[in-house]
C-alpha cells in the first residue's frame, strides 16, 4: 500500500490560481490547452490550489520544469506533491 501511495505522490503535482476566482471548467481547459503531458485528474482544494494526477512520472516531472502556465489574466505555478498537504495552512 505504501508503494502506491509512493508512486501516486509521484505522479501528482500542487498548483495554485493566480488572477482572480476560477471556475473548475476554465482551470480544465486551460489545463487541457496548456499541459503537455496527458493528465488523470484534477482536484480543486482550497484557496486556490488544485492538484493534477498525471499518467505516468514522465508528465508530472516535465510540468515541473515550467516555472507557469499564463493564459487570459490567469497564472498558475506549479510545485512537487507533498503528502498530507494542507492548503488552508498556505
Not at 501511495?5 to 482551470?27: M, W, Y
Not at 514522465?58 to 494542507?86: C, H, M, Q
Request: aromatic share 12%; glycine share 6%.
Amino acid at each position: 500500500m505504501r508503494e502506491n501511495v509512493a508512486k501516486k505522490a509521484r505522479r501528482t503535482i500542487i498548483g495554485r490560481t493566480f488572477g482572480g476566482r476560477v471556475t473548475f471548467k476554465t482551470l480544465f481547459d486551460c489545463l487541457k490547452l496548456h499541459l503537455s503531458a496527458p493528465l488523470v485528474s484534477t482536484t480543486l482544494l482550497t484557496r486556490g490550489y488544485f492538484e493534477i494526477l498525471f499518467e505516468n512520472e514522465e508528465g508530472a516531472k516535465a510540468i515541473r520544469r515550467l516555472t507557469a502556465v499564463e493564459w487570459n489574466d490567469l497564472r498558475l505555478p506549479f510545485s512537487r506533491y507533498i503528502l498530507n498537504f494542507d492548503a488552508s495552512s498556505q
